[in-house]
Each structure stands twice: as structure tokens, then as C-alpha cells.
């Protein structure tokens, strides 16, 4: 059967709202027609919508690998690398205790394939306000902040990260002017 007819199998499994049996059509459409990067580049969409990121990818690199010239299947790809090093920094950050030196080069990277990635930047400012690293943290916070004004909890700790700069100034500027006298 021509990849085609696979394609729009998929398409109407989507709006059917059958996301597991269009990345089967999808898959058929591959078999069909292996070399076609579009069909990796629908098949990793269809994926990376249900969650199946290590498929996402698989397809996403495939596609890129047959037309790297095209960039939103680089994009994709790029958003997808992000997402995945995202969870990865996410469990790292949900042990205990939180493994946040092993968690921020994994957000760093996000950041760096995604720029947009709010969930990036916050988890980032998380992390550093519980090392304590409340400069480093206040600039991640704000950034979150950027990228989704309305996030109230990001809000909230961007607020908490600024009060903990100027009680620990004040803090400094009262021991040193003790030595002064």
C-alpha cells in the first residue's frame, strides 16, 4: 500500500482523537516508504504528543538525517533533546535529597536547545535558591518570569529570591561597618 494512504489513516486516527493508532499508520507509512523524512517527521510528532519521547527522537533524528536542510525538522529535534534532558534533570531533582548539582548543567542544556523552555528557567532558579546561590537563582527566576508573566509560583519565587539578596546586603553592610568603628 502507498505511505500515502498510511498518511491519511493517521490523520483521520488524530482527529478521531486515537493518538496510539495514528503512530501505528504512521510507523506503516515509515515501512512504506523508509526514506521519506517527512513521514519521520510526522511519526515523531504523534510521539512526542503521547509522551514517547525516545520514539520522538529515534524519528526526529531520522528525519533530520534524510533532509538536513530543513530546519523545523532541526527544530524539532532540538525541542525534543530539551524535553528529554528536562525529565532527566527532573528526577534528579525529585530524590532525596535533590541532586541539583546534577540537575543544573542538565537545565543549562535544555536552555541552550530551547531558550523558550520556561520549565527550564524556573527549575534552574528552584535549584539555585536551595544552594543558596541567590544572585544566580534571581536571574533564572527572572527569565521564567520573561518567558510567562502570569506564572504565579514563579513570581513568587523571583519575590522570595530578591528579599533574600537585600536581607543578606543589609546583613553585610551591618557587619562592616562594626569593623569600621
Not at 534533570?89 to 541539583?100: G, H, V
Not at 520556561?118 to 539555585?128: D, P, R, S, V
Not at 527572572?142 to 523571583?158: C, F, I, V
Request: glycine share 8%; net charge positive.
Amino acid at each position: 500500500m502507498d505511505g500515502g494512504i498510511y498518511i491519511q489513516k493517521a490523520y483521520e486516527s488524530i482527529l478521531s482523537g486515537d493518538f496510539e493508532q495514528a503512530i501505528d499508520w504512521f510507523d506503516r507509512a515509515i515501512e512504506a516508504d523508509p526514506d521519506n523524512a517527512d513521514y519521520h517527521y510526522k511519526c515523531s510528532i504523534s510521539c512526542s504528543r503521547s509522551g514517547k519521547w525516545p520514539k520522538a527522537l529515534l524519528h526526529a533524528e531520522k528525519a533530520v538525517g534524510l533532509e538536513p536542510g530543513r530546519e523545523e525538522y532541526r527544530f524539532h529535534k532540538r525541542t525534543i533533546e530539551a524535553k528529554i534532558l528536562l525529565i532527566e534533570a527532573e528526577k534528579l531533582l525529585a530524590e532525596e535529597p535533590p541532586q541539583t548539582e546534577g540537575a543544573l548543567p542538565l537545565l543549562r542544556q535544555v536552555t541552550e536547545l530551547d531558550p523558550l523552555s520556561f520549565e527550564a528557567f524556573y527549575l534552574m532558579g528552584l535549584a539555585c535558591a536551595g544552594m543558596n546561590r541567590l544572585e544566580e537563582g534571581t536571574v533564572y527566576a527572572r527569565e521564567a518570569l520573561r518567558l510567562d508573566p502570569g506564572h504565579s509560583a514563579a513570581r513568587t519565587l523571583y519575590a522570595d529570591l530578591r528579599r533574600k539578596q537585600r536581607f543578606m546586603r543589609g546583613r553585610a553592610g551591618r557587619h562592616k561597618r562594626r569593623k569600621n568603628r
